[in-house]
């Protein structure tokens, strides 16, 4: 399988917090979320254990690997790559592996996950659950054909599961792939998907993570959300894009993601044909708060991960040096300026 280990090491704004200082930060932001509350519209999980295990542990950086690969419609097939996967990740020394969307089943034609779709609890999502654990490694799984509230539809979930196999937090995708491709296939993944409605984040050993999926990366307000609302470092994108979106889009979005919210990006991609009618971009990537990719396989549409370090202190030194955060324009400036 191909690998890619590539980390880096500065950023043209430099690093401006120490160590003693970075910790400080970070302990304040955990101890103000722990006593939070998540309104109706948004489901924010927080724990400070995790963040905080690795401050308190000295780490400014922590290893994180993303996934290609080219699922089929086989679910035995797709469960044992992803298991080769993990094992790969967990010997580069990886807290967090991500997979891409429709990891564990990519069906022929439209429809047909529904015929696989399961709840959390079934025997499909609990196996990757038992790979978790055994490698004593977060996984980001999504999206998951998780059983839907009728026959007729199923949920793209984006799953979260910590180092224990225990599921920490699920994201619905928001946004649904209705699309005419120019000089390609129609999709409309409504006719067969629910529409989740909640924005998730959720801390782990990596950061504090903001779960999307696929299509959404096309919507920078959720990003937004994510960031200045719910604290998140990392975005989540795992992905399964066209051929055709993915050669004009795919890269461009992704940094774009990365650069106007100052966080790392970790994009987990399904690469190449699945079947006679499918075939998806690939590139799977870690791009860093300041948009550089630090994290590439050699080949787009090979099978394997690249490997890349999460540093608290860059995201840190980007935030302040460049400090957006307090420079954006409130929903109320932006209705009485358009007035």
């Given at each position: 399988?191909?690998?890619?280990?590539?980390?880096?090491?500065?950023?043209?704004?430099?690093?401006?917090?120490?160590?003693?200082?970075?910790?400080?930060?970070?302990?304040?932001?955990?101890?103000?979320?722990?006593?939070?509350?998540?309104?109706?519209?948004?489901?924010?999980?927080?724990?400070?254990?995790?963040?905080?295990?690795?401050?308190?542990?000295?780490?400014?950086?922590?290893?994180?690997?993303?996934?290609?690969?080219?699922?089929?419609?086989?679910?035995?097939?797709?469960?044992?790559?992803?298991?080769?996967l993990?094992?790969?990740?967990?010997?580069?020394?990886?807290?967090?592996?991500?997979?891409?969307?429709?990891?564990?089943y990519?069906?022929?034609?439209?429809?047909?996950?529904?015929k696989v779709?399961?709840?959390?609890?079934?025997?499909?999502?609990?196996?990757?659950?038992?790979?978790?654990?055994?490698?004593?490694?977060?996984?980001?799984?999504?999206g998951?054909?998780?059983?839907?509230?009728?026959?007729?539809?199923?949920?793209?979930?984006?799953?979260?599961?910590?180092?224990?196999?225990?599921?920490?937090?699920?994201?619905?995708?928001?946004?649904?792939?209705?699309?005419?491709?120019?000089?390609g296939?129609?999709y409309?993944?409504?006719?067969?998907?629910?529409a989740?409605?909640?924005?998730?984040?959720?801390?782990?050993?990596?950061?504090?993570?903001?779960?999307?999926?696929?299509?959404?990366?096309?919507?920078?307000?959720?990003?937004?959300q994510?960031?200045?609302?719910?604290e998140?470092?990392?975005?989540?994108?795992?992905?399964?894009?066209?051929?055709?979106?993915?050669?004009?889009?795919?890269?461009?979005?992704?940094?774009?993601?990365?650069?106007?919210?100052?966080?790392?990006?970790?994009?987990?991609?399904?690469?190449?044909?699945?079947?006679?009618?499918?075939?998806?971009?690939?590139?799977?990537?870690?791009?860093?708060?300041?948009?550089?990719?630090?994290?590439?396989?050699?080949?787009?549409?090979?099978?394997?991960?690249?490997?890349?370090?999460?540093?608290?202190?860059?995201?840190?030194?980007?935030?302040?040096?460049?400090?957006?955060?307090?420079?954006?324009?409130?929903?109320?400036?932006?209705?009485?300026?358009?007035?």
């Amino acid at each position: 399988m191909s690998f890619r280990f590539h980390v880096a090491h500065s950023t043209p704004l430099g690093k401006i917090r120490s160590s003693s200082t970075h910790q400080q930060h970070h302990k304040h932001i955990l101890a103000k979320r722990c006593g939070s509350t998540s309104s109706n519209s948004v489901s924010v999980k927080s724990r400070a254990g995790e963040l905080d295990s690795v401050i308190m542990a000295g780490a400014s950086s922590v290893r994180v690997a993303v996934a290609q690969m080219t699922s089929i419609n086989d679910l035995a097939a797709n469960f044992a790559t992803s298991s080769r996967l993990v094992k790969e990740a967990a010997s580069a020394g990886a807290k967090l592996l991500c997979l891409p969307e429709n990891f564990s089943y990519v069906g022929d034609k439209d429809g047909d996950s529904l015929k696989v779709a399961e709840t959390l609890d079934g025997p499909i999502m609990q196996g990757y659950c038992s790979l978790a654990r055994e490698s004593s490694m977060w996984l980001s799984l999504g999206g998951f054909q998780e059983k839907g509230s009728d026959d007729a539809h199923l949920c793209n979930t984006h799953v979260l599961v910590d180092d224990a196999g225990n599921i920490r937090s699920t994201y619905r995708k928001m946004h649904l792939f209705d699309v005419d491709i120019p000089g390609g296939r129609s999709y409309k993944e409504s006719s067969f998907t629910e529409a989740g409605k909640d924005i998730v984040a959720v801390d782990s050993p990596v950061g504090r993570l903001g779960p999307t999926v696929c299509y959404d990366l096309r919507f920078p307000e959720l990003y937004q959300q994510l960031r200045f609302q719910h604290e998140a470092q990392v975005l989540l994108v795992p992905s399964a894009f066209t051929k055709v979106t993915g050669q004009a889009h795919w890269e461009i979005l992704l940094r774009a993601r990365a650069i106007e919210t100052q966080c790392y990006v970790i994009a987990a991609a399904q690469a190449g044909k699945h079947n006679d009618k499918r075939e998806s971009y690939g590139d799977s990537l870690i791009i860093d708060p300041w948009g550089t990719v630090i994290g590439r396989l050699p080949d787009r549409l090979s099978t394997g991960i690249a490997v890349a370090d999460i540093d608290f202190s860059l995201i840190d030194s980007v935030r302040a040096k460049m400090p957006i955060a307090k420079h954006r324009k409130s929903i109320d400036f932006w209705k009485s300026a358009s007035l």
